[in-house]
Each structure stands twice: as structure tokens, then as C-alpha cells.
């Protein structure tokens, strides 16, 4: 299981001790501005703050110890007052009163003419991707709300559609997070299976880490997404109603906002977690590379297969290679494997004792 996170939504203050050991890593290699301090700019101003909250709703004030009972729910609760996690018990902030304005997950209703209409009878020029589940298009909504719409049909080349429909507009109905796409509702037109969520304008970490978008990802920049996507597992497996194993934790499936902030998508292979037993037993899903090993051998599905993929992530964004690279020798094809052989040969390297100790003088001096 993932160590607990910073807060989410919480005071960036929490979160320094992070972004400490981004920027100072970071500026071993190179510069980078701090990232931003999304708080402030999503306190509401002196002429829109909200009534005081009630006396059940913990606020910034209340007794230290109050809130530190309260505060690991806080950390990965929804980012709305009316969202709970197991205790049944939320935390109101300044990112939960503008969150208000949202939607639910999953309750905007739409029909085929508005979808038509959102994505101009789902043209090509509008086309943003290919996922697990179908294609992808640009859509923007008659409020003018821009999102994305993933479009299959029953008649394309995927035997598995109904369940992966079913599964992923059960999950993305379950879950709100800063870290994961808002779900906004879906629609079933004869053999048309339709899911609107969010849009995130600036593609997908595999994109960014193959340089399609001519942008480079500064290590302080890689930290930071590794942090946002850690968020986001560690809620799905402990602060759910139910731990949702993901199942396809991988660079594709990580979308990356203006900000490089990072969101996890795609939740079709995503599976609820046993409770009471130790593992689920399930066909084998996912994709290979990211596949872990025991869940390979023993079709014993539990939340550790969702970690072992984020460990093959933490080596792709640290080194840019995909998890299997075909094309290299065939010792090197294996990237946690390669991965591994270079940790351990670079552990007697000189040069990366001088950056361990540069690195440490920064972050504790």
C-alpha cells in the first residue's frame, strides 16, 4: 500500500517538505519555478465567502485536536462537503466551496442530438485520442462547458464493450478526486455506448515523455506528477466506500492539465477490491509491462497489482522509456529489469553520491 499523501485539498503547506525535495532535486539538473499554489487561487474572494459552515462540518479553525482525528480522512476525502469516505465524516475547504458549482459524477443527462451537437457529429478535426474504451472527441456543451466524450459502438472490434461500459460508468459514478477525471454522465443510443468526463487540454504523460507536444518534463516536474498520481491510487484503495483496484495504471492513462497537474483516466478494467479476504481471483487484465508478476501467475488480483504498475511508472518517468522496449538489446528490453541493473551499478557511481549529498544539504539545510 502507498504511504499517505500530503492533502489534496488542503493547505499547500502540508505539501512543502514535497515540493522541497522536487525543487531542490530539480535544480540538480536544472531550474524549474515552484510549482504553483493551486489554494490560493481557488479561495474564494471577500465578497463571495460562504456562510459559515455548520456545526458538523469541521472548519479551519477548529481545535488541533479535532482535526487531527479527522485530518487522514481530509487527506483523500471528495472534493465536496457532501462526499464521505468509510467514516462517513467530511472536511469543507476553499477548493470544496467552488467545487459546489459542479455537477454531480454522473448526473447530467444527455441525448444523442446534444452529443451530435457537442462534438459536430463526432468530427475528425475534434478527435483527441484512442483509449481501452473507444475513441475520444473534443465536445463542447451548449453552456459552453468543453469536455471529452468517448464514443464505441457494439459493432466495433472490442468483444468485452458492455462490460467495460458497465464498469466504468459504476466506478466513475463512485469516486471524486482532484487527482482522478470528473465523471459527467453517459448515454445508451441503440449501439452507441457514450461517457462524458472531463477534458484535460494537455494530452497524456506518455505523449509529454515522448516529446509529441515539444514540451520537456523537468525531474521537479516528474516528481510532482509521480506525487498527484500516488494521490490518486491511495484514495481508490482506502478512502472509497469500496477499495477499487484500478487495474491499468499506466503513462497513456495519466492526463496531464495546463498546470501539469496529473489525472488518472480509464477506468474500464477497474475492479471493486475484496473485503474480508485477502484477493480477488479475475481473469488477467491490463497491459503488458505494467502486469504484475504474482497477479501474471496466480490470477490473484489485489490492490499491490495497482502499486506494482505504479513502480513501473516511477522507472518510466525517471528514464522516459516505455516499460518494453522491443528494439534494444535483449537485456535491456525489460525496462524495470534494466532499470534495476543501472540502480545498482550507479550506487557506486561518484557522481550520483555528489548529487544524493547536494540534494540533502538543500532539502535539510
Not at 539538473?29 to 465578497?47: A, I, N, T, V, Y
Not at 485520442?129 to 473534443?138: A, D, I, K, M, S
Request: charged content about 25%.
Amino acid at each position: 500500500m502507498l504511504a499517505p499523501a500530503a492533502p489534496v485539498g488542503g493547505s499547500s503547506v502540508s505539501r512543502n517538505p514535497f515540493s522541497r525535495a522536487a525543487r531542490a532535486i530539480g535544480s540538480c539538473f536544472g531550474r524549474r519555478p515552484p510549482p504553483p499554489d493551486l489554494s490560493e487561487d481557488l479561495k474564494p474572494s471577500p465578497s463571495e465567502q460562504p456562510p459559515p459552515p455548520p456545526k458538523t462540518v469541521l472548519s479551519s479553525s477548529s481545535s488541533s485536536s479535532s482535526a487531527s482525528s479527522t485530518s487522514t480522512r481530509s487527506t483523500y476525502g471528495s472534493s465536496r462537503g457532501s462526499a464521505k469516505g468509510r467514516s462517513g465524516r467530511g472536511i469543507l475547504n476553499s477548493r470544496e466551496f467552488v467545487a459546489q458549482a459542479q455537477p454531480q459524477p454522473g448526473s447530467m443527462r444527455f441525448s444523442m442530438a446534444e452529443i451530435h451537437r457537442a462534438t459536430k457529429n463526432f468530427s475528425q478535426t475534434l478527435k483527441i485520442g484512442h483509449g481501452g474504451f473507444g475513441t475520444v472527441y473534443r465536445g463542447t456543451l451548449h453552456d459552453g462547458m468543453v469536455v471529452a466524450v468517448k464514443r464505441a459502438k457494439k459493432g466495433d472490434s472490442n468483444n468485452h464493450l458492455g462490460a467495460e461500459f458497465q464498469s466504468e460508468i459504476k466506478m466513475l459514478a463512485r469516486i471524486e478526486h482532484l487527482n482522478l477525471v470528473r465523471f459527467y454522465g453517459y448515454l445508451e443510443h441503440e449501439d452507441e455506448r457514450i461517457i462524458v468526463v472531463e477534458y484535460v487540454p494537455n494530452g497524456t504523460l506518455r505523449e509529454h515523455l515522448d516529446c509529441v507536444h515539444r514540451s520537456h518534463l523537468d525531474l521537479a516536474a516528474r516528481l510532482d506528477i509521480a506525487i498527484d498520481v500516488a494521490h490518486a491510487v491511495t484514495y481508490l484503495h482506502m478512502y472509497t466506500d469500496h477499495p477499487i483496484i484500478h487495474r491499468d495504471i499506466k503513462s497513456s492513462n495519466i492526463l496531464l492539465t495546463e498546470n501539469l497537474r496529473a489525472k488518472v483516466a480509464d477506468f474500464g478494467l477497474a475492479r471493486l477490491g475484496a473485503t474480508g479476504v485477502a484477493h480477488v481471483s479475475t481473469q488477467v487484465k491490463g497491459t503488458a509491462g505494467y502486469l504484475d508478476p504474482e497477479y501474471l501467475r496466480t490470477c490473484q488480483l489485489t490492490e499491490k497489482s495497482d502499486v506494482y504498475s505504479f513502480g513501473v511508472l516511477l522507472v518510466e518517468l525517471m528514464s522516459g522509456r516505455r516499460p518494453i522496449e522491443p528494439k534494444r538489446e535483449r537485456k535491456e528490453r525489460i525496462t524495470p529489469k534494466w532499470a534495476m541493473k543501472k540502480f545498482m551499478d550507479g550506487m557506486q557511481s561518484k557522481h550520483w553520491t555528489q548529487i544524493f549529498r547536494r540534494v540533502h544539504r538543500r532539502i535539510w539545510h
